[in-house]
């Protein structure tokens, strides 16, 4: 069993522990507790959320345009990417993720056991990656305005979300190779269960695992801070000593800014410490890491819930557009081509790295 405890990704393989674990080894659970309703019910509770609010993304960004065409800004294609993925992230993660509380073993047989972990673990990166990029697109937009223009093209965007989904399907080949249905537990020789089994090579597994933390944690965080970093920095020189209205303006930035990297690094960090402490150390059976593990996987969530509100609904002028997307059309003539709302991630930005939508 403590080999179950130490196969800990964001869904059941690395985050979760294992089925097995859930169900055999964890003081609280006997497979007939509340949590098999409460935790499913908390998961669903996000899982809808986050589904609305980042369909509502795409919804705007895909239908501002006149004649429905989506806009194809280098900003813009960063969110609507940013959605697609935290989009499948939840679709691929919380559905399987609750089963493992309320159902004795894996149902789903081995295809989804290999594959719904692969794609977990793709979005995921996914995710984490486009955060970085849009930290970089946001950095030479204010910092390097005068050069923006070229460096922010449609096409160098499109070509970083391309190397973005590269990068991840690579980097999670050996979730694919590794994650296997396996039978024979010992407290369940009846049952199958979805576990990560990398056979005779502990060594193998543990750099991986430590190479996930470096990619798709620290190293993220520390260039979304730099660029943001930089940002604010740029924004303080520029407008000293000028109005109140840029004086607030600069205090919402660092706000926001704050928010930012808050969020990122709260989001993932708990979920990171179980992987590192089940890996490299003993994590504890008990009801208090029982409930950790579980406050892990809603802020990992979570995050997938509140980008689209950081990145676009904080924004006033996405939320304009928001209403003129859903204004009735047999109430309300909609509005001249010229008068289209421009977005633009007006936290981030000056007016030189104003996007269109």
């Known amino acids: 069993m403590e080999e179950a405890v130490s196969n800990a990704t964001v869904c059941s393989h690395d985050f979760g522990f294992e089925q097995a674990n859930a169900s055999l080894s964890w003081p609280s659970v006997s497979g007939s507790g509340p949590e098999t309703v409460i935790v499913p019910v908390l998961f669903g509770v996000i899982f809808l959320l986050g589904m609305v609010g980042n369909m509502l993304v795409l919804v705007v960004l895909g239908h501002l345009r006149p004649g429905g065409r989506p806009s194809r800004s280098a900003t813009n294609i960063f969110i609507l990417n940013l959605s697609i993925a935290d989009c499948s992230f939840l679709v691929f993660c919380v559905p399987f993720q609750a089963t493992i509380y309320s159902l004795p073993e894996w149902v789903f047989g081995a295809f989804f056991c290999k594959w719904v972990h692969y794609l977990v673990m793709t979005t995921m990166l996914v995710s984490i990656f486009t955060l970085v990029a849009m930290s ?8 390097h305005a005068k050069r923006s223009l070229c460096i922010r093209s449609k096409r160098n965007a499109t070509l970083g979300v391309g190397v973005i989904w590269l990068l991840s399907l690579l980097i999670a080949i050996p979730v694919a190779q590794h994650q ?8 369940a020789p009846n049952s199958s269960f979805c576990w990560e089994h990398w056979a005779d090579n ?8 430590v190479t996930i933390l470096v990619v798709g944690y620290l190293l993220p965080l520390v260039l979304i801070t730099c660029c943001y970093a930089k940002v604010i920095r740029h924004l303080q020189k520029k407008v000293k000593n000028i109005s109140k209205k840029s004086e607030r303006s600069k205090r919402k930035t660092a706000q926001t800014v704050l928010l930012v990297v808050a969020v990122f690094l709260i989001s993932w960090l708990p979920h990171h410490i179980i992987t590192m402490w089940a890996e490299f150390g003993k994590f504890p059976l008990n009801d208090i890491s029982f409930t950790f593990r579980i406050i892990a996987h809603c ?6 819930c509140i980008n689209p509100i950081i990145y676009a609904f904080l924004s006033e002028n ?3 557009a928001c209403r003129q997307v859903f204004t009735c059309k047999g109430l309300l003539q909609p509005p001249p081509a010229e008068k289209m709302v421009r977005i633009r991630m007006e936290n981030f930005s000056t007016s030189h790295s104003t996007t269109n939508v």
């Open 136 to 143: 970089v697109d946001r950095y030479i937009a204010v910092v």
């Open 180 to 187: 296997a249905l396996m039978r024979g537990h010992r407290q």
């Open 202 to 209: 502990p060594a193998a597994k543990q750099v991986y695992k």
């Open 299 to 304: 802020l990992a969530y979570g995050n997938s």
């Open 318 to 320: 996405f939320r304009t």
